[in-house]
């Protein structure tokens, strides 16, 4: 699914927003809950004091999120309008304001294309971990502030204090795993555990949603792959046997080395149907056009149109 928005914009965004799971965001001004936020949600908008002053963003909608159990992020500078709604990814020109709601010419692409999904998450939760959270207190500053509105862009941050946002992922991959029954020693332990516990309040979920693969050697998604990427896993029980199934595509989330080895941290396949049988699979991509299946040891770049053709067929596959 991929479609333009302008007519109606708002509309249409808060519709998907009400019928879906979890909501995040990475808006540049907020004055109006035009996603109907819930708790566990997040919203990374500039909340400096010049935003507040200026009546940009509105400190009191911010109280408001916060009372419901959102988590609210200040980048002060930030211009970007992205959501994420579940797996459906909205990048497009408008605030959540009523001026964008109701007199504004704007214009978005909604999309449900893996490659796009993945970076929009990979996006906002960069901006999250850079950007200080907001509590009450904060907020309640933030409401003393006498709003004096003006015309004209906000100040922006100094260039020093914006954000680094790495290169985001937006390719797919087929990659063989096996299964993994080693302990692993103390220092990738500790590293495991850090990781997770990070990317859980990075990304606000639970850590049975999170799952990582434990890479030797070296291959192309090592030297290529980014967090941001999405990856198809081909599954097999034992190193060397035949796989027996095949993993959704999912979001890569991070990746951290150690002695030489590679540990690469992917959201766990959820939905309807997370995973399906190898012959299925093979069935699948022959009815797709591809020739050569995968095997074992397969680790293998795929085309977007491709990749973006799995996911979609994926569930009447």
């Known amino acids: 699914m991929q479609r333009i928005l302008s007519h109606h914009l708002w509309r249409e965004i808060s519709a998907r927003s009400t019928k879906a799971k979890r909501r995040q965001a990475a808006i540049a001004y907020v004055t109006e809950d035009l996603l109907r936020f819930k708790r566990g ?16 963003t509105s400190a009191k909608l911010l109280a408001t999120l916060l009372r419901r159990g959102v988590r609210v992020h200040s980048c002060a500078g930030l211009h970007a309008k992205a959501i994420l709604l579940d797996e459906v990814a909205v990048i497009g020109s408008g605030n959540m304001s009523r001026a964008s709601r109701s007199t504004l010419i704007e214009a978005a692409v909604m999309t449900d294309a893996p490659s796009t999904v993945s970076g929009v998450a990979s ?32 100040v922006v941050a100094k260039r ?58 070296a291959g192309p998604f090592l030297k290529a792959g980014k967090p941001g990427d999405r990856i198809i896993q081909v599954y097999s029980r034992k190193d060397g046997s ?5 993993l959704k595509s999912v979001a890569v989330l991070d990746r951290k080395r150690r002695a ?19 012959a299925n699979f093979n069935r699948f ?31 009447s596959a």
Not at 123 to 135: F, G, H, K, T
Not at 242 to 246: H, L, Q, Y
Not at 285 to 313: F, H, M, N
């Open 285 to 315: 991509l022959k009815k797709l056009g591809v020739g050569r299946p995968p095997g074992a040891t397969t680790e293998r770049l795929l085309d977007p149109s491709l990749a973006d053709s799995i996911s979609s067929g994926w569930n």
């Open 242 to 246: 035949r796989p027996v199934s095949v």
């Open 260 to 278: 030489g080895t590679t540990f690469v941290f992917v959201a766990q396949p959820s939905g309807r149907r997370p995973e399906m049988s190898f």
């Open 160 to 217: 020093n204090l914006q954000p680094k946002i790495k290169p985001l992922g937006h390719n797919a991959w087929l990659v063989a795993v096996h299964e993994f029954d080693e302990d692993l020693v103390r220092k990738e332990q500790r590293l495991v555990e850090a990781t997770m516990a990070e990317l859980v309040q990075r990304h606000g979920c639970r850590a049975d949603s999170i799952g990582w693969i434990r890479w030797d050697g």
């Open 123 to 154: 996006l906002i939760a960069q901006l999250a971990q850079q950007s200080p959270e907001l509590d009450r207190d904060a907020v309640a500053g933030l409401c003393a502030i006498k709003v004096v509105r003006r015309g004209g862009p906000n």
């Open 41 to 56: 949600d997040l919203l990374v908008t500039d909340a400096s004091r010049a935003a507040i002053r200026s009546g940009e």
